[in-house]
């Protein structure tokens, strides 16, 4: 029973640590996210400046895959070389044992000041920023707290003889610590919440000193797996940097066991404390590996580029580009990941229209077919981006987040709208006009392609104001609906004026013709309501109902 108490204590511990260290990312992320991705494209071009900032970074998100997230995207999309993108990585690492070494030491103390600071923070200041710093005040706190309940939870262990017989097995098996220390980070996804428990296990005698630096090469291998397997078989882009640190770990492993016995020699001849010693050497192996490989980058760039050549193989449209899974841990990047992904839809739904167009000008029905399949990319990229986005933590967004993830999935829904509008309606009512034979007149048939084209226009206009968020450009698209609307009332009139004159070819062209005034009314409202609606709502510009209430 003891036993199992003991379990739970050490469990609940090391949950408090990831907890902490997840609130402290997100809290960072939420007051400084796009200051931090500044820094880092500003400095991205420079590879010594970049190393810094990736230490710096990394020190303020307590998370070295959040700070390589950002360079691995930025290089995947081109922005930046794959150089200076690694020199972030060996920054990262540093920064990650940097933080390892400052919580190595006993600072439990701090522990109830921090998260009475940030308690107060949260609740006294009710500004975003506040709220912002709180947690991150709380986060240290817990973070501290947590190691200091693991402590204590341990030292039950250091007496136990089963588990000082299993764990001793470690030292006879070193390829076994070694592989334990990379399967832990890689599960937990924390490097620094690892080398914590390693060194607070060392420090209590559970396991032997030797044994505990094998796992510390370990953690440090593990926690390269996961960008690695998060990247996944999207662009090849994405997967050079995160097998380029790998490399890194796999080499820097490799010498240190190799020299193990010298290593242990000199942390054991500095008299300090096992735990603080393993603290030195995760800082230490870290800096060693940054300052070795700083020098040949370039070449091993070229390497990682040769091993992962960029995709030769025809992209399916309806394939998502830009929605990268391994960024979900830093909603700054992906959503904007999400943004680029919706800009698609606007293209695809702009082929579509053009292809309409043309269709109805040449009465073309294998165009028509062909326009119509294009709505099979607007329905899987929509699926793809409402998946991605149903992904997000609810914890990890700001408010702006927040707000920045409702505009996306209302721009991609209403733009696959308008896409099944033109695919279930306008374009069979214009195959049903050319299996008829129903010719328009000169005056309609202008008419159609001059608003064809309007489509066309708005649909370029509602893409550039999703990105732009330009309200006087909102005003502009919204007017759009009147213009839609007159179109309607004319071809309206103009059906009930051939109606008189009794059923006629004329009387029956002009019913398709209005039928598709009035699709393309549908689709125009729904272009609206992608882009500017949403602007001009938070604007207040809109009314809720267009009835006037009782007391008006």
Same mark, same amino acid.
Not at 179 to 185: E, N, P, R, V
């Given at each position: ?66 700070? @390589?997230?950002? /360079? ?5 999309? %081109? #922005?930046?070389?794959?150089? $200076?993108?690694? +020199? !972030?990585? =060996? &920054? ?65 262990? @250091?007496?136990? /003889? ?5 764990? %001793? #097995?470690?030292?006879?098996? $070193?390829?076994? +610590? !070694?592989? =334990? &220390? ?88 500095? &008299? ?281």
């Amino acid at each position: 029973m003891e036993s199992f108490v003991a379990t739970l204590a050490i469990a609940g511990a090391i949950a408090l640590l990831l907890w902490g260290a997840h609130m402290v990312q997100s809290g960072v992320q939420r007051a400084f996210g796009p200051r931090l991705r500044a820094v880092l494209t500003g400095t991205l071009r420079n590879r010594f400046a970049a190393l810094l900032a990736g230490i710096g970074v990394t020190t303020l998100l307590q998370s070295s895959t959040a700070t @390589a997230l950002m /360079a691995t995207n930025f290089t995947a999309a %081109g #922005l930046v070389e794959l150089v $200076p993108a690694m +020199a !972030v990585m =060996l &920054g990262a690492n540093i920064g990650t044992a940097l933080i390892v070494t400052v919580l190595s030491f006993n600072v439990v103390v701090l522990s109830a000041p921090l998260i009475a600071g940030g308690v107060l923070l949260f609740r006294l200041d009710r500004s975003a920023m506040s709220h912002d710093l709180g947690r991150v005040l709380i986060g240290l706190g817990l973070m501290l707290l947590a190691l200091h309940q693991l402590l204590e939870a341990l030292e039950p262990m @250091a007496s136990s /003889a089963e588990v000082v017989a299993l764990l %001793g #097995l470690l030292g006879a098996m $070193p390829l076994l +610590a !070694v592989l =334990l &220390g990379a399967l832990a980070s890689w599960a937990v996804h924390s490097s620094v919440a690892v080398v914590l428990l390693i060194i607070s296990l060392a420090s209590h005698g559970v396991v032997g000193f030797e044994s505990a630096l094998l796992l510390v090469l370990g953690a440090n291998l593990g926690t390269a797996l996961n960008p690695l397997f998060e990247a996944g078989d999207g662009d090849p882009a994405a997967r050079r940097l995160p097998l380029a640190n790998l490399f890194n770990r796999l080499v820097g492993v490799a010498i240190a066991w190799v020299a193990l016995a010298p290593i242990v020699t000199l942390l054991r001849g500095t &008299g300090l404390g096992e735990g603080t010693s393993l603290a030195l050497f995760h800082l230490g192996f870290n800096i060693v590996m940054a300052l070795l490989a700083l020098p040949f980058l370039r070449q091993i760039a070229a390497l990682m580029t040769r091993l992962v050549p960029d995709r030769e193989d025809t992209a399916d449209p309806a394939r998502p580009i830009y929605l990268d899974h391994a960024a979900l841990e830093t909603p700054m990047m992906a959503l904007g990941g999400a943004q680029r992904e919706a800009l698609r839809l606007a293209d695809a739904l702009e082929a579509m229209l053009t292809g309409a167009r043309d269709a109805l000008v040449r009465h073309d029905r294998r165009l028509v077919a062909e326009t119509r399949a294009m709505d099979d990319t607007l329905d899987g990229l929509n699926t793809a981006i409402k998946r991605y986005l149903a992904l997000f933590d609810e914890d990890d967004l700001s408010d702006e987040d927040r707000q920045k993830l409702h505009q996306i999935m209302v721009f991609s829904m209403n733009m696959e709208q308008a896409g099944d509008v033109l695919d279930r309606n306008l374009l069979p009512h214009a195959t049903k006009r050319f299996k008829r034979g129903l010719l328009p007149d000169a005056d309609s048939e202008v008419e159609l392609v001059a608003m064809m084209d309007r489509l066309i226009a708005n649909t370029r206009m509602a893409a550039s104001l999703f990105v732009t968020e330009d309200a006087n450009v909102a005003r502009i698209l919204a007017a759009e609906k009147v213009v839609f609307r007159r179109a309607e009332q004319n071809g309206t009139t103009r059906h009930f004026s051939h109606m008189r004159d009794g059923f006629s070819a004329a009387s029956q062209s002009s019913a398709l013709h209005l039928d598709l005034m009035r699709d393309m009314k549908l689709v125009n409202s729904f272009i609206v309501a992608a882009a500017a609606y949403p602007l001009l709502d938070k604007a207040g510009e809109l009314l809720e109902s267009r009835l006037a209430s009782s007391a008006e």
